[in-house]
């Protein structure tokens, strides 16, 4: 989980970011990840309080909200930042890329304790999108610019549109989410 690790994979993953100063410094969506890191610690020594103030000063200077519960694998960029939102119960596996004003959150309907998605390995929401419900999107998987995904989407799929539909290919498989680390199944 480490800070070169982070840099690394950012510029990898954002063709504008190239300084790793300019990263440091400017990248909203870093700061964002880095706190979630420290009030999702608070938040499994059991200060709830803390955590839940710690993630809302972080929504504050970043513009993104992730909550303290949420369990987030390595190498996540937020790119961008602003106005995304991750919930509660939300699952995102390792080298997951997400974009500004992305909402991983429950539909409203659902009052269990998972409530919100899972994102496998390797996958990338675009921008606007949201991701409603317990449901899964597979490894690799894409989501379109402002898609609204109700459904789990298979690994190595594209879903656009709203409802999404799928844009499927032949490495498409219905069950398989590859989750690297065993802490995050
Ligand atoms: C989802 C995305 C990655 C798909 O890229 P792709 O695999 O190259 O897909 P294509 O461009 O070949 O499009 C395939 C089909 O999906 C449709 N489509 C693609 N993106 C769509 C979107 N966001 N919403 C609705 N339909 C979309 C295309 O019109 C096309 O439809 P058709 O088969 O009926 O002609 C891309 O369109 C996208 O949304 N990128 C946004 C990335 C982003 O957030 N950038 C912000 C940077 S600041």
């Known amino acids: ?17 190239t300084s790793t100063l300019s990263i440091l410094l400017t990248s909203n969506g870093m700061h964002a990840v880095w706190i979630y890191r420290f009030s999702h610690l608070l938040w499994k020594m059991r200060l709830k309080l803390l955590a839940r103030i710690t993630s809302t000063i972080a929504r504050f200077l970043t513009g993104v909200e992730i909550h303290p519960a949420a369990i987030i694998g390595k190498n996540f960029v937020i790119d961008h930042g602003t106005g995304t939102v991750i919930g509660e119960s939300t699952v995102i596996g390792y080298n997951v890329l997400i974009y500004h004003q992305v909402t991983l959150g429950g539909t409203g309907n659902e009052s269990g304790k998972k409530r919100h998605p899972s994102l496998c390995d390797g996958v990338m929401i675009a921008a606007g999108a949201k991701i409603l419900g317990d449901i899964r999107i597979g490894t690799n998987a894409r989501v379109g610019a402002n898609a609204v995904v109700l459904k789990n989407v298979p690994s190595n799929a594209t879903a656009v549109g709203m ?18 680390s065993k802490e995050l199944k």
């Open 163 to 180: 409802p999404a539909r799928f844009i499927l290919n032949e490495n498409m498989k219905e069950e398989d989410c590859s989750l690297m």
């Open 1 to 17: 989980m480490g800070l070169r690790s982070d840099i690394r994979t950012i510029k990898r993953k954002d063709p504008a970011a």
